[in-house]
């Protein structure tokens, strides 16, 4: 069974402070890695990783996929208070139909 | 561009009462998902489809039925609710669902709005 699990649960932080988010999986025959921002309501996504593409950065957001310790690392930089959110990683393995493993979130609150 | 539409946004219900909850896509999305978040779970899959016409159990299906009705939508039934099935219901969509194809930049998920279930 494909497995997810994500550190720290939550975190407090001020303004302008750099956080780092981790995800470790087990899962058969990986795929891809997805991190999504999930504020009230749906989670959005933010970066997919994979073999062929093990880092992405957007703006502030950067993510790196290390295959050999089967984790990621998600990092915010220069944090704002907009970046207060559920931050889901989930990986999609290639036994299964698209179907992704969520693990259970990091609740980042950034304080002005 | 509604992207994934969910109804209802709120329902409660008593124990023993049923009901649909409903999902469309206008992506032309292969795949369709439900799931539900409870807090400190992170999400977790009730039922998917990987086709039209095919459904499978995920992670959590007990007390839940599905039907992908067509290519864009795929509801979840509670037969029975139960104080256990309060939860926050997320239907979402990816476009890829086939055994073999190569991870590529629209193998993520598009979610809906969710549904804030309460079953007293």
């Known amino acids: 069974e494909d497995k997810v699990v994500q550190s720290p649960l939550s975190l407090v932080v001020h303004e302008g402070d750099t956080v780092t988010l981790n995800c470790s999986y087990e899962v058969t025959?990986?795929?891809?890695?997805?991190?999504?921002?999930?504020?009230?309501?749906?989670p959005t996504f933010l970066f997919m990783l994979t073999s062929s593409g093990i880092e992405k950065k957007s703006?502030?957001?950067?993510?790196?996929?290390?295959k050999k310790e089967l984790s990621s690392i998600l990092n915010i930089t220069a944090t704002q208070t907009g970046d207060s959110a559920i931050y889901l990683c989930a990986v999609k393995g290639g036994t299964s139909y698209g179907k992704l493993t969520f693990g259970?979130?990091?609740i980042l609150t950034v304080h002005p | 561009n509604a992207g994934v539409t969910q109804t209802p946004k709120f329902q409660v219900l008593k124990t023993g009462q049923s009901m649909t909850l409903q999902c469309a896509q206008d992506m032309n999305h292969n795949s369709m998902y439900w799931y539900r978040q409870d807090p400190g779970m992170g999400l977790r899959l009730i039922y998917y489809s990987a086709s039209?016409?095919?459904t499978d159990k995920g992670e959590v299906p007990n007390g839940y039925n599905v039907s992908r009705l067509n290519k864009r939508e795929f509801s979840l039934r509670l037969e029975s609710a139960a104080p256990s099935q309060t939860s926050v219901y997320f239907c979402a969509s990816s476009?890829?669902?086939?055994?073999?194809q190569k991870a590529s930049g629209s193998d993520w998920c598009t979610f809906g709005s969710g549904t804030r279930l309460t079953v007293v």
């Not at chain 1, 703006?59 to 290390?66: A, E, K, P």
């Not at chain 2, 476009?95 to 073999?100: C, E, I, L, Y």
């Open chain 2, 52 to 54: 039209e016409g095919t």
């Open chain 1, 29 to 42: 025959n990986f795929r891809s890695l997805l991190w999504y921002k999930q504020e009230k309501k749906a």
């Open chain 1, 104 to 106: 259970q979130g990091t």
């Open chain 2, 95 to 100: 476009p890829r669902g086939g055994r073999g």
């Open chain 1, 59 to 66: 703006g502030r957001l950067s993510s790196i996929l290390d």
